[in-house]
């Protein structure tokens, strides 16, 4: 498969909790984004981050690439129960011009 | 600004018929793709435009599907014959430039759930 892996496949967490969900894939790439899915609904893009970037900031998120070892996580801070959702990363690789899903990650926030 | 919007939301079919989903992108956005979701796993790129021509169709499985994009506007996917193995949800998405390599986002529409029985 193509796809990346993420893990955990499934987290469950209480409302006021920091929620981690890592990402690793296998070639190169040029940039790497963090997408949400609500349950019956299309993704929606939360950050993106470029290969020569660290960390990245965006409200409650934080995202940080690390291409040594070819993986990325994306913090949640202080989560709500409305950060239900499924979490995917997806890299664009050069020479590329499409994104590549990883498996996701099911996040239950539990107020 | 107006989202992408697909239609039909939900589709039924039984096996060996055939079936058509229709997307429009946001106004103005050059580069097209359709996705293929199968439950509980990441969306995977069935084909990808930029304004009329096909720039990625390599895991379309052309025996059976086919895609189009009028005018460079809105596109339309078809399934003939279906397989019980398309049952998933097709993902429409836009992008103002060339997408995943050059860094921009991509704005999703809500999908088309299809149903092969």
């Known amino acids: 498969s193509q796809q990346g892996e993420e893990d955990p496949q499934a987290l469950s967490i209480q409302e006021g909790e920091n929620a981690t969900m890592n990402c690793s894939y296998k070639t190169s790439i040029n940039n790497l984004q963090w997408y949400r899915q609500n349950s019956g609904r299309g993704l929606v893009h939360l950050i993106l981050?470029?290969?020569?970037?660290r960390e990245k900031h965006s409200g409650r998120l934080r995202v940080t690439l690390d291409t040594s070892k070819k993986s990325s996580s994306l913090l949640i801070t202080a989560s709500r129960a409305a950060d239900t959702a499924s979490y995917f990363c997806?890299?664009?690789?050069?020479?590329?011009?499409?994104?590549?899903f990883g498996t996701g990650t099911r996040l239950l926030v539990s107020p | 600004e107006a989202g992408v919007a697909q239609s039909p939301r939900y589709k039924i079919i039984e096996k060996r018929q055939s079936v058509a989903f229709w997307c429009n992108p946001i106004s103005g956005h050059a580069t097209l793709y359709w996705y293929q979701q199968i439950l509980g796993q990441g969306p995977k790129l069935l084909i990808q435009?930029?304004?009329?021509?096909?720039?990625?169709d390599s895991q379309l499985p052309k025996d059976r599907f086919s895609a189009e994009r009028l005018k460079g506007v809105d596109s339309t996917l078809k399934i003939q014959p279906a397989k019980l193995e398309d049952s998933a949800v097709y993902l429409c998405?836009?992008?103002?430039?060339?997408?995943?390599?050059?860094?921009?986002?991509?704005?999703f529409g809500p999908g088309t759930r299809l149903t092969v029985l």
């Open positions: 981050i470029r290969s020569n970037e």
């Open positions: 998405a836009s992008s103002p430039l060339r997408g995943g390599a050059s860094g921009n986002e991509q704005f």
């Open positions: 435009f930029q304004n009329n021509g096909v720039v990625d």
């Open positions: 997806a890299t664009g690789h050069t020479g590329f011009q499409k994104l590549v």
